[in-house]
């Protein structure tokens, strides 16, 4: 081989090395910081350009790289101008924008370039950066979602992805502590398909399932948790108990807030489960309780309903005398309880008419009085140590003060009427005093 032929040969490897260089796409070099998931707008590009372009457009994003925005810029729009059709100039000047923190012009370049070519792919990556720079971070994660189903996809889309996901799954999350319930109720939902196994979201929709009396919903909300560790945690397992008091299970229910009680020692499980031991107990009791119970405006049949129900020394009296008959109680709810009122001396029969008048309205006065007497002639000790005094009123606001029972009168006009619910636990009150 002579001399010419080698130079030749030589002259022709420059010549293919440096031809290799400039066609060489993207550089290796990519933005760093909060720019690096800006990638080089020429990757996915169909249409290659010249190598004089090439390597114009090389010297622009290096300039870009360094963070020399102004030569970045000019560089860019010299390009675009005489190649108006290499659309990657155009989002290296929307790089520029967004890096610059000009979202709204950057956006504007980005719609037009994907106007032009709809499945450019850095273009809809550089719309979805600016959809995360605008904190529009539904936006942002519907475009990677479906960006990451294309198998062309960087690997900068997984990665955003991820991220985009636990964002926004904690702004759901927080905005839903934050709503009304039906408005909450919706983004926990949505929290839910892009978290599945977020245990505090399940809880909190559960939660607010059950206060909707939702229980079924609610009990499919928790079930992934019944198989993982969350199961044993008290939030959870407080939602279930609650779900159970719902479907009128409430053995389950006391079973499960025992355990929580011995195990917690949280005082609000120990009077929720007070509460429903309650529950349970109204729950089994006959027609006429229930009537008393919900009732807004109680007489003397509900009086005694409830007193005979709740109080347990009445109930289980002993050694009573045979009362007097009234002929006013036949097909009165509550018949059986009114008799037992009346013989432990509670409710006097007038001698003349016979009469015991069950369905005379109770007010706030008369229930004050008939709580001192019912503490009277069950022989409390607290009441027996008050002096008698001619004024029935006075001496039964002195009967409750001695034993610590809060008088229903207080706060309210003496002929106000009285629910079943206040009269329930004005003699909740007295039965702890009767039982001591």
């Not at 509460?275 to 006429?288: D, T, Y």
């Not at 140590?385 to 029935?392: I, N």
């Amino acid at each position: 081989m002579n001399r010419r032929t080698i130079l030749a040969l030589v002259v022709t490897t420059l010549l293919v090395s440096a031809c290799a260089h400039l066609r060489t796409t993207p550089p290796s070099e990519t933005p760093k910081g909060a720019n690096r998931f800006l990638i080089d707008p020429r990757s996915g590009f169909s249409q290659k350009p010249s190598a004089a372009v090439e390597k114009r457009f090389e010297t622009a994003w290096r300039s870009f790289i360094t963070g020399d925005s102004v030569e970045a810029r000019r560089r860019f729009a010299d390009i675009r101008s005489k190649n108006p059709e290499y659309l990657p100039a155009e989002l290296g000047e929307a790089a520029v924008e967004i890096a610059q923190g000009s979202l709204d012009s950057a956006l504007a370049i980005v719609q037009r370039v994907e106007d032009r070519a709809p499945d450019y792919i850095v273009a809809r990556i550089y719309e979805a950066e600016i959809a995360m720079a605008q904190h529009r971070t539904r936006s942002a994660y519907d475009i990677y979602r479906s960006l990451a189903q294309q198998p062309d996809a960087p690997p900068t889309v997984a990665e955003r992805v991820k991220t985009l996901e636990g964002q926004l799954f904690e702004e759901l999350f927080s905005a839903a502590q934050a709503a009304p319930d039906e408005e909450a109720i919706r983004l926990l939902r949505e929290a839910l398909t892009i978290n599945a196994g977020a245990s505090n979201a399940r809880v909190l929709l559960a939660n607010k399932l059950i206060a909707r009396k939702e229980f079924e919903e609610a009990r499919q909300i928790l079930d992934p948790l019944l198989t993982t560790a969350d199961f044993d945690k008290p939030d959870v397992q407080e939602a279930l108990a609650e779900i159970e008091v719902g479907r009128g299970q409430y053995e389950q229910a006391i079973a499960r807030y025992e355990r929580l009680s011995r195990l917690s020692r949280d005082p609000r499980h120990a009077h929720r489960l007070d509460q429903i031991k309650e529950q349970f107990s109204a729950a089994n009791m006959p027609p006429q309780y229930q009537r008393a119970i919900e009732s807004d405006a109680i007489d003397r049949s509900d009086f005694a309903v409830l007193l005979y129900w709740k109080v347990t020394s009445v109930r289980f009296a002993q050694n009573l005398g045979t009362p007097p008959i009234a002929i006013d109680i036949e097909g009165v709810p509550g018949r059986e309880e009114i008799i037992r009122a009346i013989a432990i001396g509670l409710y006097d029969v007038d001698p003349v008419t016979r009469r015991v008048s069950p369905l005379r309205p109770i007010s706030a006065a008369t229930l004050t009085r008939l709580a001192a007497r019912v503490l009277l002639v069950r022989g409390a000790s607290c009441a027996r140590a008050v002096p008698y005094e001619r004024d029935e009123s006075a001496r039964a606001e002195r009967v409750l003060a001695a034993c610590g029972v809060s008088d229903p009168s207080g706060g309210v006009a003496p002929d106000a009427p009285v629910s079943g619910r206040v009269a329930g636990a004005l003699l909740d009150q007295i039965e702890k005093i009767l039982g001591r």
